[in-house]
């Protein structure tokens, strides 16, 4: 059989040699006449990276690339095969974590990927043997291996949910650890993957609060800060409110309390206050300091609500009466605005800092009613006057009439 | 006051020699029978005509025709300007009042047969005016350049492509490009504004002289009737009594004007974005929906020729059938009725309402 | 109808009279309502129009460097900044994240929305937060007195 093969491939390197004026590596040229798994790898690296900056099989796999004979393959000449998954990690990192080596092809890459992959919960679980944990070639794929900015690689980050989720939405693989396996299920009906799919790429995905490659969850403590690496005035506001003692003092886990990890949905202003769908009466009783401050809260931000409604009401139904009301629903807009920012405040916790934000808005939206109020009058003056312009008509038309009936009535001369 | 009135009539006759023509008019007259009120018509469609050209003038001093400034100018009308949305509404109104009091002026002319001989010019030019008409409707109504306005004449100027051989010529005539651009909104100005009202004072100076010197036709009906002695040939003078129910007519059409304008304000819209794709259920105004609705149920192929274009040629046929009725229905000039025709009338007003009414659906 | 037991002549004629006076002030009150709208109308009001394609946005010296003013642009909100270096930038005030109206922050150089804490450069491009596009940028021109902001062509 290894006859066979050497001779077919020698047979093809001369043919290759007299075509093609590109030296492919023999291992290439072998393995892409083998078929099934054996040939796998070739198909998989025509469009990888590592082919693209001009690297080849041996470099990975060490061995002789220009030998055509079996012995190519041999340890002797360098040859390391197809690492074990314990070894994997070291396997790539051989270059990856070679700074030198590495910005020879990119000079602004990372060199830490191993060292944080061991601070890792895969890591370490590696280190102690378990080969259920992803390695390397679990997240990036093998041969086929994409830069993270290629929309076709399982790390781009629209496609890094569904890439964790081959592991961590499968019971079956979980059951050993104890580990919920909704994670991805929940993070799909969250305002973060909408917004991914919308194909804004810094939207949060896995990656973005657990690490890539050290990942880790975030501890209880440090949520807040997660979260506030982009939702810089709610962890601000959390932090100085009576809310961040009280948590860690319970060992609650700050954001995901009210707004959960993974199923982070868009808030409605239902959750605020004490009715049916309020998080604050999921802690707070009737009674407490927290009840009534919750309770002030909605109010201020319903209160708030029900003027703008109240004024963008009058408006449109001036502007349907035919009444240019576009410079008031201009002004509208600032209080539109309050009502953006008194949300904000809401995580203050604290009723006198969405007061004075709903207090401001409240006014504008006064004055934009009153603007659809003189609107109205206005309308109505323009019916009065066609009330009296009518009765000008309806006179002259009665006079002309009473004067045909006059003239008609004449004997005719 | 009568001697004054007297005093410089004398005066104008002696440097204008105007008093022949009011020999004349005083000498008009009116026939009365049961049709007599279509009369009305050609003076309310001229009436409604001159409300157009008035409330266009005062238009015209605060309206910018360029893309940039267009809705903005027609919003400062009717924000800033005092009655600018009175003199705005009853211009978009009137508009279409004297769409539908012209359709009714020339269908009464076609069923009473007033276009048999010797009024045929009065009929061709009366034709062309009902054409012209339907031109200010259409340049007009793209002028304050809103969304509604832009998509519409995209889709009624995209017709002229059609027309064999000159189409795709036409068509940048008509768009001044490819494209409904700026450049469409100088030319529908330059139409609406001197090309159509120039044509129209000739056609109506015509049209106005033949009516005169031809007076008032009497439908055959009541002529044959008149001449067995069934019925008196009664009549009375346009001046004043005619010209005073005309005045009824007239002051009642305001009436409607301006409650229309206080109680139905016309739409500002919003501005035309040529890059935002059309709104769903976009179609022009109503006294084109008959002729838009055909091209929709039209099949894509008739015989050999395309859907669009023999539907465009069958309109044009209609339209050159129309013009020429006068000498198509000769007998008329004998006094005869030629059921074919009264039937072919009967058609085309049922296919206009019935078409109009499934395109509103 | 004529009153009886008087004279015939007399009574039309008083009834001729009240007659052309009834068509008489009919016709004068209606001309007069459609006239004076027409009158008031011709005459321009006192708040001119302005195009909505360009506007004075400042006075040449009334920003110093590394300032910025919010001002009307059409019926919208839009930003002047005068760079460190002086020059100037233009863009809409209008946040691409949820509509509030951004400011020019003179210790960031940058462009800062209150309401999320998005960052724009002053390219108009979104830098940070959550704002999900840059900023319409406007054509700036110094004009003799005035710094005249325009809409991109």
Same mark, same amino acid.
């Given at each position: 059989?290894?006859?066979?093969?050497?001779?077919?491939?020698?047979?093809?390197?001369?043919?290759?040699?007299?075509?093609?004026?590109?030296?492919?590596?023999?291992?290439?040229?072998?393995?892409?006449?083998?078929?099934?798994?054996?040939?796998?790898?070739?198909?998989?690296?025509?469009?990888?990276?590592?082919?693209?900056?001009?690297?080849?099989?041996? $470099?990975?796999?060490?061995?002789?690339?220009?030998?055509?004979?079996?012995?190519?393959?041999?340890?002797?000449?360098?040859?390391? #095969?197809?690492?074990?998954?314990?070894?994997?990690?070291?396997?790539?990192?051989?270059?990856? !974590?070679?700074?030198?080596?590495?910005?020879?092809? $990119?000079?602004?890459?990372?060199?830490?990927?191993?060292?944080?992959?061991?601070?890792?919960?895969?890591?370490?679980?590696?280190?102690?043997?378990?080969?259920?944990?992803?390695?390397?070639?679990?997240?990036? &794929?093998?041969?086929?291996?994409?830069?993270?900015?290629?929309?076709?690689?399982?790390?781009?980050?629209?496609?890094?949910? *569904? +890439?964790?989720?081959?592991?961590?939405?499968?019971?079956?693989?979980?059951?050993?650890?104890?580990?919920?396996?909704?994670?991805?299920?929940?993070?799909?009906?969250?305002?973060?993957?909408?917004?991914?799919?919308?194909?804004?790429?810094?939207? =949060?995905?896995?990656?973005?609060?657990?690490?890539?490659?050290?990942?880790?969850? =975030?501890?209880?403590?440090?949520?807040?800060?997660?979260?506030?690496?982009?939702?810089?005035?709610?962890?601000?506001?959390?932090?100085?409110?009576?809310?961040?003692?009280?948590?860690?003092?319970?060992?609650?886990?700050?954001?995901?309390?009210?707004?959960?990890?993974?199923?982070?949905?868009?808030?409605?202003?239902?959750?605020?206050?004490?009715?049916?769908?309020?998080?604050?009466?999921?802690?707070?009783?009737?009674?407490?300091?927290?009840?009534?401050?919750?309770?002030?809260?909605?109010?201020?931000?319903?209160?708030?609500?029900?003027?703008?409604?109240?004024?963008?009401?009058?408006?449109?139904?001036?502007?349907?009466? #035919?009444?240019?009301?576009?410079?008031?629903?201009?002004?509208?807009?600032?209080?539109?605005?309050?009502?953006?920012?008194?949300?904000?405040?809401?995580?203050?916790?604290?009723?006198?800092?969405?007061?004075?934000?709903?207090?401001?808005?409240?006014?504008?939206?006064?004055?934009?009613?009153?603007?659809?109020?003189?609107?109205?009058?206005?309308?109505?003056?323009?019916?009065?006057?066609?009330?009296?312009?009518?009765?000008?008509?309806?006179?002259?038309?009665?006079?002309?009439?009473?004067?045909?009936?006059?003239?008609?009535?004449? =004997?005719?001369? | 006051?009568?001697?004054?009135?007297?005093?410089?009539?004398?005066?104008?006759?002696?440097?204008?020699?105007?008093?022949?023509?009011?020999?004349?008019?005083?000498?008009?007259?009116?026939?009365?029978?049961?049709?007599?009120?279509?009369?009305?018509?050609?003076?309310?469609?001229?009436?409604?005509?001159?409300?157009?050209?008035?409330?266009? /003038?005062?238009?015209?001093?605060?309206?910018?025709?360029?893309?940039?400034?267009?809705?903005? *100018?027609?919003?400062?009308?009717?924000?800033?300007?005092?009655?600018?949305?009175?003199?705005?509404?009853?211009?978009?109104?009137?508009?279409?009042?004297?769409?539908?009091?012209?359709?009714?002026?020339?269908?009464?002319?076609?069923?009473?047969?007033?276009?048999?001989?010797?009024?045929?010019?009065?009929? /061709?030019?009366?034709?062309?005016?009902?054409?012209?008409?339907?031109?200010?409707?259409?340049? &007009?109504?793209?002028?304050?350049?809103?969304?509604?306005?832009?998509?519409?004449?995209?889709?009624?100027?995209?017709?002229?492509?059609?027309?064999?051989?000159?189409?795709?010529?036409?068509?940048?005539?008509?768009?001044?490009?490819?494209?409904? +651009?700026?450049?469409?909104? +100088?030319?529908?100005?330059?139409?609406?504004?001197?090309?159509?009202?120039?044509?129209?004072?000739?056609?109506?100076?015509?049209?106005?002289?033949?009516?005169?010197?031809? &007076?008032?036709?009497?439908?055959?009906?009541?002529?044959?009737? /008149?001449?067995?002695?069934?019925?008196?040939?009664?009549?009375?003078?346009?001046?004043?009594?005619?010209?005073?129910?005309?005045?009824?007519?007239?002051?009642?059409?305001?009436?409607?004007?301006?409650?229309?304008?206080?109680?139905?304000?016309?739409?500002?819209? +919003?501005?035309?974005?040529?890059?935002?794709?059309?709104?769903?259920?976009?179609?022009?105004?109503?006294?084109?929906?008959?002729?838009?609705?055909?091209?929709?149920?039209?099949?894509?192929? /008739?015989?050999?020729?395309?859907?669009?274009?023999?539907?465009?040629?069958?309109?044009?046929?209609?339209?050159?059938?129309?013009?020429?009725?006068?000498?198509?229905?000769?007998?008329?000039?004998?006094?005869?009725?030629?059921?074919?025709?009264? &039937?072919?009338?009967?058609?085309?007003? #049922?296919?206009?309402?019935?078409?109009?009414?499934?395109?509103?659906? | 109808?004529?009153?009886?037991?008087?004279?015939?002549?007399?009574?039309?004629?008083?009834?001729?009279?009240?007659?052309?006076?009834?068509?008489?002030?009919?016709?004068?009150? *209606?001309?007069?309502?459609?006239?004076?709208?027409?009158?008031?109308?011709?005459?321009?009001?006192?708040?001119?129009? *302005?195009?909505?394609?360009?506007?004075?946005?400042?006075?040449?010296?009334?920003?110093?460097?590394?300032?910025?003013?919010?001002?009307?642009?059409?019926?919208?909100?839009?930003?002047?900044?005068?760079? =460190?270096?002086?020059?100037?930038?233009?863009?809409?005030?209008?946040?691409?994240?949820?509509?509030?109206?951004?400011?020019?922050?003179? $210790?960031?150089?940058?462009?800062?929305?209150?309401?999320?804490?998005?960052?724009?450069?002053?390219?108009?491009?979104?830098? !940070?937060?959550?704002?999900?596009?840059?900023?319409?940028?406007?054509?700036?021109?110094?004009?003799?007195?005035?710094?005249?902001?325009?809409?991109?062509?």
């Amino acid at each position: 059989m290894r006859f066979v093969a050497a001779i077919i491939a020698s047979l093809l390197v001369a043919a290759s040699l007299s075509a093609a004026p590109t030296p492919e590596s023999t291992c290439i040229t072998c393995h892409s006449m083998l078929d099934g798994k054996l040939a796998d790898p070739v198909k998989k690296f025509e469009s990888a990276v590592h082919r693209q900056v001009g690297l080849s099989c041996a $470099d990975c796999h060490g061995g002789n690339p220009a030998d055509e004979s079996m012995d190519s393959m041999s340890p002797a000449k360098g040859f390391r #095969g197809v690492p074990r998954k314990t070894q994997v990690p070291e396997f790539c990192a051989r270059c990856h !974590s070679d700074i030198a080596y590495m910005h020879r092809f $990119d000079p602004k890459m990372r060199a830490d990927q191993l060292s944080q992959y061991l601070t890792s919960v895969h890591g370490k679980r590696l280190k102690q043997g378990d080969t259920k944990v992803a390695v390397c070639v679990d997240c990036h &794929g093998v041969h086929n291996i994409l830069p993270a900015s290629d929309t076709r690689s399982p790390v781009y980050p629209v496609n890094i949910a *569904s +890439t964790c989720a081959r592991c961590h939405a499968s019971e079956e693989h979980m059951r050993s650890y104890n580990i919920p396996t909704d994670q991805v299920s929940s993070y799909e009906k969250s305002v973060h993957a909408e917004i991914l799919a919308q194909g804004d790429t810094a939207a =949060p995905t896995c990656a973005t609060c657990h690490g890539n490659h050290g990942a880790t969850p =975030p501890g209880v403590s440090s949520v807040a800060n997660v979260c506030g690496t982009c939702h810089v005035f709610f962890e601000q506001l959390f932090n100085k409110s009576p809310h961040q003692p009280a948590f860690a003092a319970m060992g609650l886990p700050g954001c995901v309390q009210c707004h959960s990890n993974h199923e982070i949905v868009k808030p409605s202003d239902d959750w605020v206050g004490v009715g049916q769908d309020s998080v604050c009466a999921t802690c707070h009783s009737q009674g407490d300091k927290g009840y009534t401050g919750a309770q002030k809260i909605a109010g201020d931000l319903a209160n708030l609500k029900t003027r703008l409604a109240r004024a963008e009401e009058i408006l449109n139904t001036a502007e349907r009466s #035919g009444m240019e009301v576009s410079s008031a629903k201009v002004e509208l807009g600032s209080a539109h605005e309050a009502l953006v920012k008194a949300r904000v405040n809401v995580h203050a916790f604290d009723d006198a800092e969405v007061q004075k934000l709903t207090d401001e808005g409240a006014q504008v939206s006064e004055k934009a009613y009153q603007a659809g109020v003189a609107a109205l009058n206005e309308r109505d003056v323009r019916r009065k006057g066609l009330g009296v312009s009518l009765i000008a008509i309806v006179l002259a038309i009665s006079g002309l009439y009473l004067k045909i009936r006059q003239i008609e009535s004449r =004997p005719k001369t | 006051m009568p001697g004054i009135y007297r005093r410089i009539l004398k005066w104008l006759d002696e440097r204008f020699g105007a008093g022949a023509v009011e020999e004349f008019l005083r000498h008009k007259t009116v026939p009365i029978h049961r049709h007599s009120i279509w009369y009305y018509f050609g003076g309310m469609t001229l009436f409604l005509f001159v409300v157009q050209a008035l409330t266009g /003038i005062l238009l015209l001093l605060y309206y910018r025709p360029t893309p940039n400034d267009a809705f903005e *100018s027609i919003q400062y009308i009717v924000t800033q300007v005092p009655y600018g949305w009175l003199i705005r509404s009853v211009h978009s109104w009137s508009a279409n009042l004297l769409i539908l009091t012209v359709f009714i002026h020339m269908f009464s002319v076609y069923f009473l047969k007033a276009y048999r001989k010797p009024r045929e010019l009065t009929w /061709i030019t009366g034709m062309f005016l009902l054409f012209i008409m339907l031109g200010f409707g259409f340049s &007009g109504y793209l002028l304050p350049w809103n969304t509604l306005a832009f998509f519409a004449t995209k889709v009624g100027t995209e017709m002229a492509a059609t027309v064999p051989l000159i189409g795709p010529w036409l068509l940048k005539f008509l768009r001044g490009g490819e494209e409904v +651009t700026g450049a469409t909104l +100088t030319r529908f100005f330059g139409f609406h504004v001197a090309v159509l009202p120039g044509l129209t004072t000739l056609l109506l100076a015509m049209h106005l002289l033949l009516v005169q010197r031809l &007076g008032m036709s009497v439908p055959p009906g009541v002529e044959r009737a /008149i001449e067995e002695g069934r019925q008196p040939a009664r009549s009375m003078p346009f001046f004043p009594n005619f010209l005073l129910r005309d005045m009824i007519g007239w002051y009642a059409a305001l009436g409607v004007l301006g409650a229309l304008a206080a109680i139905f304000p016309w739409e500002l819209g +919003t501005k035309a974005d040529a890059f935002a794709s059309a709104p769903a259920g976009i179609r022009p105004e109503w006294y084109f929906l008959f002729a838009f609705q055909t091209l929709k149920i039209l099949p894509a192929k /008739i015989l050999f020729l395309e859907g669009e274009l023999a539907g465009l040629m069958g309109f044009t046929l209609a339209g050159i059938v129309w013009v020429l009725v006068p000498f198509l229905d000769y007998k008329a000039g004998f006094g005869r009725v030629t059921r074919f025709f009264t &039937g072919l009338g009967i058609f085309a007003l #049922g296919y206009m309402v019935v078409m109009s009414a499934l395109a509103l659906r | 109808m004529e009153t009886p037991g008087r004279i015939p002549n007399d009574g039309v004629q008083s009834r001729r009279r009240w007659i052309s006076l009834l068509l008489g002030s009919g016709v004068l009150a *209606s001309i007069a309502s459609f006239v004076y709208p027409a009158i008031r109308y011709m005459i321009p009001p006192p708040i001119g129009e *302005s195009t909505s394609r360009s506007v004075v946005a400042a006075s040449v010296n009334e920003l110093k460097n590394n300032s910025g003013k919010v001002f009307k642009f059409g019926s919208k909100p839009a930003l002047l900044v005068r760079t =460190p270096d002086g020059d100037y930038r233009a863009f809409s005030a209008v946040c691409t994240h949820l509509n509030c109206t951004v400011q020019y922050r003179s $210790d960031l150089h940058e462009i800062w929305c209150a309401c999320h804490n998005g960052l724009y450069d002053l390219s108009g491009r979104n830098i !940070s937060g959550p704002p999900p596009r840059p900023l319409e940028s406007f054509e700036v021109h110094v004009q003799g007195e005035e710094v005249i902001v325009s809409r991109s062509a």
